[in-house]
């Protein structure tokens, strides 16, 4: 299994790594992708991502965002980048903590994987400003995609996909990704993944290859121009 974190943000941000994602492995395919969501306290004034990037020029330094990982710290960092606001990251150890966090006033913002912040939006202590897929989510149809919200290219989604080690023989690739393929179209696998907030892909290797080097390259400049590194 090959989630996005390693494969994509991590060797953005780690000056060493015990692999290579793009010559240790060899990508089989995509198994599912999932948006973020970008939310706010009910209390805050915000209703809308402009309203929020309106208050963040305004006040630069009375804004921040939650995260607890490099995904969201990443999609944060890429935010401000795109809108050119300076939201300063304040970390957390899991998604679930930066949810606490915003809805007690605490923290500005989060932009958050789906399962910590979806019974906070139905339980009306999170309004969700924005999704990153490039199209409305069918479990959120009512939260507008961050384009449509005035931010044409921003459009961020985690994955997780099959690897397999460099060596493997193509034929093996070939048979194993048919199988992922089939698997994520079964309709049993599609209502848990539903369930889940995720999104069945099943891509050829190739087309997933392609994905994770754009990523990485993508992840590499935000990286670079929000200054993150980890010697670790």
């Known amino acids: ?28 395919g995509m198994i599912c992708s999932f948006p973020l969501i970008l939310g706010v306290s009910s209390n805050s004034p915000f209703k809308t991502v402009k309203d929020l990037i309106q208050f963040a020029k305004a006040n630069p330094t009375k804004v921040n965002y939650a995260a607890s990982a490099a995904p969201f710290q990443m999609a944060s960092e890429l935010f401000n ?26 923290i500005t913002m989060t932009i958050s994987d789906p399962p910590p912040i979806v019974g906070q939006i139905k339980g009306g202590t999170i309004r969700p400003l924005a999704v990153t897929s490039a199209q409305r989510h069918p ?10 919200s005035g931010l044409p290219d921003l459009e961020v989604g985690i ?3 099959l690897v397999a080690p460099a060596a493997t023989p193509m034929p ?9 393929a089939k698997a994520v179209r079964s309709p049993e696998i599609r209502e848990r993944f539903a369930q889940m907030t995720l999104d069945p ?11 994770i080097a754009a ?3 993508r992840w590499t400049a ?6 993150i590194r980890s010697s670790q």
């Open 1 to 28: 299994m090959g989630p996005s974190g390693p494969m994509t943000m991590n060797p953005a941000t780690y000056d060493k790594l015990p692999y290579s994602p793009t010559k240790d492995f060899v990508p089989i």
């Open 81 to 106: 980048q795109k809108t050119g606001t300076t939201f300063a990251h304040i970390p957390y150890k899991g998604s679930g903590d930066s949810v606490a966090a915003v809805m007690s006033g605490q």
């Open 139 to 148: 479990q959120f149809p009512d939260v507008p995609t961050l384009m449509e």
């Open 159 to 161: 994955w997780t996909g």
């Open 172 to 180: 093996i690739v070939r048979r194993l990704q048919q199988e992922l």
């Open 201 to 211: 892909v099943g891509n050829t290797s190739e087309e997933f290859g392609k994905i």
């Open 215 to 217: 990523d990485i390259q």
């Open 222 to 227: 935000v990286a670079k121009a929000a200054n």
